[in-house]
């Protein structure tokens, strides 16, 4: 595979997963928590522990998977295989999960129900990106195009939001009122089902990985392990930064279908609004990309984030009822989604090269497993720690709420 700028037609199927992917984490966090909470009636305290304890089991498979990713090639590659077996994981768990029957072996729908198909989610789930990723990293050498395969990549993640959220907002338009949460998360998981085989299919047929020098195979331990993450200093920055933007998304999040029904009054908007929001995401993905060729990825993050702090303290001043002004907020917010997702994961490629360079070990898939791994924290603790709050200071998720409250 020579250094020219990878195709667009390749560059197009390998991001083409990408979507679907993004299309399940979504819900994950914006749907599902108030979905079980309100709709299957589990109540605020405990969907917030049992999505916490989900999001850190991720804190076992996060690494688990990045190793085995690096450890265990096949004749395709290093990452293919991992992303087919996914498949069939993941199919199963979003049926599931999405659609969960009234009863299961005899006994109403629990929070151990949830609890134990939301960790097999995640292991199929983490399996598929971390494996996507450390294959986008792996795909070309060169500092920019990195970029610009993350980039893209993030493009077909925030579509993939686009194009699942619209069917929530179409049955929030048709549905009664008593129908809607179960049916969007419904039309949401088969959406997952029947877009990811044939998305997967194309990215593994259509894109080969790039050959990578053969070295003996090396062992990682747990203790050199820690130590890379102990003295490595930028991957000590990354991290951090990753844990705090997942603690952000994670809380807007999990908190949004509440915010946008019972503070601003606009709930029958909800999934329009939030469509609305990853669309100026998509559209902002190129310019973004450009910054950073502009500025450098680093500033290029530094900018995103600070415009995306400011737009979220706009949003929390939005007037009840006006839907105009609402739409103006959401769609400046949305603008900075894609921007550190991507550059997070360009720069960690850097990473990786640099400890490559010094180790002789190639670890790609370990880096973005910790990656993955702190942001699936900061999401953890978002939903875990807001879900018991609003409920002790007094928010009823399926009643009537005071002013104060």
């Known amino acids: 595979m020579s250094d020219a700028p990878l195709k667009k037609s390749s560059l197009l199927a390998y991001v083409l997963p990408g979507a679907p992917i993004a299309a399940l984490g979504l819900p994950i966090v914006v749907y599902l928590p108030p979905f079980y909470a309100q709709d299957m009636g589990l109540g605020l305290g405990l969907v917030g522990t049992i999505f916490m304890i989900a999001r850190f089991w991720d804190v076992i498979t996060d690494p688990l998977m990045g190793v085995l990713s690096d450890r ?4 395709w590659g290093r990452r293919r295989h991992w992303i087919v077996l996914a498949v069939p994981i993941l199919i199963a768990c979003v049926y599931m999960v999405f659609m969960p029957p009234e009863t299961f072996l005899g006994s109403p729908i629990s929070g151990g129900y ?3 198909w939301m960790l097999l989610l995640y292991i199929g789930y983490t399996l598929i990106t971390i494996s996507h990723l450390s294959w986008g ?3 070309h050498p060169d500092y920019h195009e990195r970029s610009r395969i993350q980039g893209w990549r993030e493009v077909a993640v925030v579509a993939g939001m686009v194009a699942a959220l619209a069917l929530p907002a179409l049955i929030d338009r048709v549905a009664a009122d008593g129908e809607a949460g179960m049916s969007r998360v419904a039309a949401m998981g088969w959406f997952i089902i029947l877009a990811m085989p044939p998305a997967v299919l194309i990215a593994v047929s259509c894109v080969s990985e790039r050959p990578q020098p053969k070295r003996p195979a090396t062992k990682i331990p747990l203790g050199q392990t ?3 993450i102990v003295t490595n200093k930028p991957l000590q920055k990354l991290v951090s930064a990753d844990l705090l933007a997942g603690l952000a998304t994670g809380a807007t999040g999990s908190l949004f279908i509440f915010f946008v029904s019972h503070v601003i009054g606009l709930g029958h908007l909800a999934s329009a609004l939030l469509l609305l929001y990853f669309i100026t995401g998509c559209v902002a993905a190129p310019i973004w ?3 950073s060729y502009r500025v450098g990825k680093h500033r290029a993050l530094a900018i995103a984030t600070m415009c995306r ?5 706009m949003i929390l001043f939005a007037p009840t009822g006006n839907m105009l002004a609402a739409a103006i907020l959401f769609a400046l917010f949305g603008s900075t989604y894609a921007a550190a997702p991507f550059l997070l994961r360009s720069i960690i490629a850097d990473v990786a090269d640099h400890d490559e360079a010094q180790s002789g070990v190639q670890r790609t898939g370990l880096y973005y497993s910790l990656l993955t791994l702190t942001n699936k924290i900061g999401h953890a603790l978002a ?6 709050l609003i409920e002790w200071i007094g928010f009823e998720a399926t009643g009537m709420n005071s002013k104060e409250t």
């Open 137 to 139: 990293a792996e795909l």
């Open 226 to 228: 820690l130590r890379i």
């Open 289 to 291: 990309i450009k910054i």
């Open 309 to 313: 702090m400011v737009f979220a303290i």
């Open 383 to 388: 939903v875990g720690i807001t879900y018991p």
């Open 114 to 116: 949830l609890l134990f």
């Open 72 to 75: 265990f090639p096949s004749r």
